[in-house]
């Protein structure tokens, strides 16, 4: 979860703004130690942020990616694998992998394609490589200078914005704005709410990046809307997930945060169970939460799986081709 005050310019905020001069200074110093990034023999696709999590980063890498298939490339997914213990690269088995071994992201996106993890982006995109794939899309990774990419991304979620637009650990941002629209061939906005870049013309240079405008959306099985909830969710921006099920008519009686990446543990769904007896609400979470949930509470947790509805597909569409025909 992001701490509350990230969201305002404060007094908690404002005291960390020293704190934050740090961030940058370690970034600079290791682009300053990657000044040759690795150029992939086959095209690159960074899917990125500016922000510490939350900003709709895994449906677009979900949507990019069928996208391009219906082009007829074949696409693979490379991650680092954040909080898995596999630490060489690996092709990602949904039916044998673990969220322990590879982490909860892969898990999912390898359900689309072909996803490789390594704590190195270079040793997993060179695997991908190998295996066959003509394009790649990088889960993440604006600010990981040692892989030269050919499409940027930048992903920002159209309610949370920036928040208070300091650089950790005084609020959410990675590197500045500015910075993260200079590398960018495309600003993605993510749902509806207060942010609009068009509000920060200074932050743009010599060209200005198309705004691409998408929502998240569920889709498929959804669970019945007439019984109430009890939602609980563990990433980046809980909330987020907390809004999506209010304004699609869903009766919420609770709402539980958990962190980002956060592990369940046996008693922590013993306690949610315990909670939906209580009450007669059931349990309902996100599609990342359900892999990281012990086989024993699948069944018995519902889950709202969601997808990108572009407002104009064409846009991205075309941006891509473009790009890649470059």
């Given at each position: 979860?992001?701490?509350k005050f990230w969201k305002n310019k404060n007094i908690m905020a404002l005291s960390l703004l020293p704190l934050s001069l740090l961030y940058p200074i370690a970034g ?190 569920p889709f498929g099985n959804l669970p019945d809307k007439s019984r109430p909830y009890i939602a609980f969710a563990g990433i980046g921006n809980p909330d987020k997930f907390f809004a999506t099920l209010v304004e699609n008519g869903y009766n919420l009686v609770e ?72």
């Amino acid at each position: 979860m992001q701490p509350k005050f990230w969201k305002n310019k404060n007094i908690m905020a404002l005291s960390l703004l020293p704190l934050s001069l740090l961030y940058p200074i370690a970034g600079r110093l290791r682009r300053a130690t990657n000044n040759k990034p690795y150029r992939s023999k086959v095209p690159v696709v960074c899917v990125g942020n500016v922000t510490v999590g939350g900003a709709g980063k895994t449906p677009i890498v979900f949507a990019i990616t069928e996208l391009l298939k219906k082009d007829g490339f074949k696409v693979a997914i490379a991650s680092r694998g954040y909080k898995g213990d596999i630490t060489n690269p690996t092709i990602v088995d949904k039916n044998r992998h673990t969220v322990n071994s590879v982490g909860d992201e892969p898990l999912m996106l390898a359900r689309i394609a072909p996803t490789y993890i390594a704590k190195k982006r270079k040793a997993a995109i060179q695997m991908a490589e190998k295996n066959g794939a003509n394009i790649i899309i990088m889960d993440d990774g604006l600010q990981n200078p040692t892989i030269a990419k050919d499409i940027s991304l930048l992903i920002i979620d159209g309610k949370y914005g920036v928040g208070n637009g300091f650089i950790m650990p005084a609020g959410p941002l990675r590197e500045k704005l500015s910075a993260g629209i200079a590398k960018s061939d495309a600003i993605i906005i993510v749902g509806e709410g207060g942010f609009n870049i068009k509000k920060y013309p200074v932050l743009f240079k010599k060209s200005t990046p198309p705004v691409i405008h998408a929502s998240l959306e569920p889709f498929g099985n959804l669970p019945d809307k007439s019984r109430p909830y009890i939602a609980f969710a563990g990433i980046g921006n809980p909330d987020k997930f907390f809004a999506t099920l209010v304004e699609n008519g869903y009766n919420l009686v609770e709402k539980i945060p958990f962190a980002d990446h956060y592990n369940y543990t046996d008693q922590d769904i013993n306690n949610l169970i315990h909670k939906s007896e209580e009450t007669g609400a059931e349990l309902i979470t996100t599609e990342k939460d359900e892999v990281r949930l012990p086989l024993f509470a699948r069944k018995k947790i519902r889950v709202l799986p969601v997808r990108i509805k572009w407002a104009n597909e064409k846009q991205i569409h075309n941006l891509l081709i473009q790009k890649l025909k470059k």
